[in-house]
Every structure is written in structure tokens, then in C-alpha cells.
Nanobody, 124 residues
Framework: QLQLVESGGGLVQPGGSLRLSCVVS????????IGWFRQAPGKEREGISC????????YYKESVKGRFNISRDNAKNTVYLQMNSLKPEDTAIYYC?????????????????WGQGTPVTVSS
């Protein structure tokens, strides 16, 4: 079974940085596109960044462009989300998800396999 495990969440001050990791097991990471999603209380889960299986194409939610960076190391079966200049509105539970390689948009319904989530709190 394909499994995804997120880590790296925690409490950080506004303007700070955090790096999330998503370790994938049970299959070859290079066969999957990966998305990072987040869900704040009372809000729908939203796509913040997605990357294709090759890493050639990436998507960023407009509000995180220039602040967040997604990358993948297929040899290590790991996808990263580097988050810089964090704002209180970035506070949410962050999830990584996987789908088989192919055309897609960065929305929850496009992804089938999900991690358990890691909470991120941006507060002073």
C-alpha cells in the first residue's frame, strides 16, 4: 500500500521559516505526482502546491508564491515544502497527497492517497 508520512510542522513566529517533509513508501515516488494541501478550522482543504512526477511542472497558490517552494528527491522518496516568510494566516494542518502521474489540477479530488497531516501554527 502507498503510504505518506508528513513531518516538520510546529510553532513558528511570523516571518519565520519551516520545512515540511513527506516520505512516501510502498511504491516508487517517481510514478506519482505530489500535492501539498492545508486545512484551517472552518475552511475547506485547499491546494497550496503541487508537483508532477518528474518535477518539471509545479503549481503554487497565489498567496504563497515567492514564499513557499516545493521540491522532490525521488531517490530518497521524499517531497519537501520549504515555507518562508510565514504569516498567521498560514496556520493550518498541512497534508501531502499522491496521485498517479497524468494530467491534473491541484485540487483535493485529484488525489487518492493522503498522509495524516502535520499542524503548523504561526503566532507570536
Amino acid at each position: 500500500q502507498l503510504q505518506l508520512v508528513e513531518s516538520g510542522g510546529g510553532l513558528v513566529q511570523p516571518g519565520g521559516s519551516l520545512r515540511l517533509s513527506c516520505v512516501v513508501s510502498g511504491s516508487t515516488l517517481a510514478d506519482y505526482s505530489i500535492g501539498w494541501f492545508r486545512q484551517a478550522p472552518g475552511k475547506e482543504r485547499e491546494g497550496i502546491s503541487c508537483i508532477t512526477n518528474t518535477g518539471r511542472y509545479v503549481y503554487y497558490k497565489e498567496s504563497v508564491k515567492g514564499r513557499f517552494n516545493i521540491s522532490r528527491d525521488n531517490a530518497k522518496n521524499t517531497v519537501y515544502l520549504q515555507m518562508n516568510s510565514l504569516k498567521p494566516e498560514d496556520t493550518a494542518i498541512y497534508y501531502c497527497a499522491a496521485r498517479r502521474a497524468g494530467g491534473f489540477i491541484c485540487v483535493t479530488t485529484e488525489f487518492q492517497n493522503w498522509g495524516q497531516g502535520t499542524p503548523v501554527t504561526v503566532s507570536s
